[in-house]
């Protein structure tokens, strides 16, 4: 018989913010795939280091991150061939996802080319946008309010919309982009009510006021916006 596809959701990056049932999936894995940028550590592998039994089996799965989708495209294909010859072999593979597999996560790619030849499950897990609240004290909703998650390299334009009409905000993928989106706030008169927050759950965590925030900031970061009261009270 095949084995199991495990899409595991690490968390932010605190490991004490792994599930129960990831750390006992990853412990038992025979296989562990996660991904990596080329050269550098995984920082999903990071998270759950001390999980991974000794002799388990590691696929490091190194994807490109360019602007041309080709080269990851042709990443997670290789990745993916080499994951399906173990599951073919019978045995399970577990792959480690930072925040939550299906949430901006490379894991979906992968999901995309393997799901349907083989038996797969999804571990949820706390994502980056909960953990950013967390660590700002910031409620993001209550009663009927809508949360807007929006990617920093949206255009300019449609930012400056897609916030104006916006009840409570949440911008994902800052990084290079954030001199741009401080604009947007700064013109809409919002920069001194948004929140910056930096490695969310980490040693490093840091939360600012978005104006006083670094330009560029860095890959983990995000931005939080709440423009009514205080609605829970």
């Known amino acids: 018989m ?57 696929i490091r799965m190194e994807i490109p991150m360019t602007t041309e989708r ?4 042709a990443a997670y294909d290789a990745n ?46 706390v994502t980056s946008i909960t953990a950013c609240a ?12 809508r949360v807007t998650i929006l990617p920093g390299p949206l255009p300019e334009r449609e930012l400056r919309n897609r916030i104006e009409g916006a009840e409570s905000v949440a911008i994902m993928k800052v990084g290079r982009h954030m001199g741009k989106i401080r604009k947007v706030f700064d013109d809409l008169g919002l920069l001194e009510r948004a929140v910056y ?16 925030a670094p330009v560029p900031a860095p890959y983990f970061s995000m931005i939080l916006l709440v423009k009514g009261g205080d609605p829970w009270l």
């Open 197 to 212: 927050v930096e490695r969310a759950s980490l040693p490093e965590e840091r939360v600012l006021p978005l104006a006083q």
């Open 80 to 125: 993916a061939a080499l994951i399906a010859a173990e599951l073919e072999a019978g045995r399970d593979v577990a792959i480690l996802c930072e925040g939550d597999a299906l949430f901006y996560g490379s894991f979906m790619y992968l999901h995309a080319r393997l799901s349907g030849r083989f038996a797969c499950e999804i571990v949820p897990g």
């Open 70 to 73: 080709a080269p990851a495209q």
């Open 134 to 145: 967390a660590a700002a004290g910031l409620p993001l909703a209550a009663r009927n309010e």
């Open 2 to 58: 095949s084995g199991t596809l495990y899409g595991i959701s690490l968390g932010p990056g605190d490991p004490d913010l792994i599930t129960r049932r990831a750390a006992r999936l990853v412990a038992a894995a025979p296989v562990v795939a996660y991904p990596a940028l080329p050269g550098e550590e995984s920082f999903a592998r990071a998270i759950a280091a001390d999980l991974i039994a000794p002799g388990t089996r590691e």
